[in-house]
């Protein structure tokens, strides 16, 4: 038998995601934000920056649970291949406004911010050495992982937890590309390989146990003033 080439141009349709409801013990969670930056989100496409609240409602909910919520962010040194090797525009500098997380949603005292100088965070130990430190098992821990671009770094994050064994929950509304790019990313989370460790669900359609009577009186106090 003679392998064929694929033809120029492969039509196909995909289902796209129903997001589920989900009650998740904050002591076993961990939200995962990927380049919520200024570059991405204040002047890149208009969905990028429509999720920036659905985010904050996200991490308000984690974070008042007692939640753990870890940041990814993208730099680029000039030195890097990117611009030397492979001729792409200078961008993601470090110390410069672009790089810096969206203000709405920035990283709170604590909480750590994971760099990486490639659309994939896993290229580095940085995520590998910080789950440890954590605790953050596999098997045991699920991961929202939320951000830009969810067809290239908040899907190699995504891949990343779930090839790791990790129980990984996509919200819809605090990850964008364009629609087509999210459609086909998407598909491949919902197919044979990864289904049974990928979902998703919705800022609104998630909610924590609190982790501490502490964070279930922050809670309540929440709730309080909605």
Request: aromatic content about 10%; some cysteine; glycine content about 6%.
């Amino acid at each position: 038998m003679t392998w064929e080439s694929l033809p120029e141009v492969v039509e196909t349709w995909v289902d796209t995601p129903n997001p589920k409801g989900f009650t998740l013990d904050a002591t076993k969670t961990a939200i995962v934000v990927v380049d919520m930056q200024n570059y991405f989100c204040m002047h890149g496409n208009q969905r990028s920056f429509d999720v920036v609240d659905g985010n904050r409602k996200l991490l308000e909910k984690a974070r008042a649970a007692g939640a753990k919520v870890i940041y990814v962010q993208s730099v680029r040194y000039p030195e890097s291949p990117n611009w030397t090797t492979f001729n792409r525009k200078l961008t993601l500098l470090p110390g410069t406004w672009d790089v810096e997380i969206v203000k709405d949603i920035e990283p709170q005292p604590g909480e750590p911010v994971i760099q990486k100088w490639s659309h994939d965070v896993w290229a580095w130990h940085g995520m590998e050495a910080l789950l440890e430190k954590e605790g953050i098992v596999s098997g045991e821990w699920t991961v929202l992982v939320t951000g830009v671009s969810a067809a290239s770094c908040a899907e190699a994050a995504a891949f990343g937890f779930a090839n790791r064994l990790y129980r990984t929950i996509i919200p819809l509304d605090c990850t964008a590309a364009s629609t087509e790019a999210e459609a086909r990313t998407f598909s491949l989370y919902m197919g044979p390989g990864y289904d049974y460790l990928m979902d998703f669900t919705t800022s609104t359609m998630v909610d924590f146990v609190p982790a501490t009577p502490i964070a279930q009186a922050q809670e309540q106090e929440a709730i309080a003033t909605i």
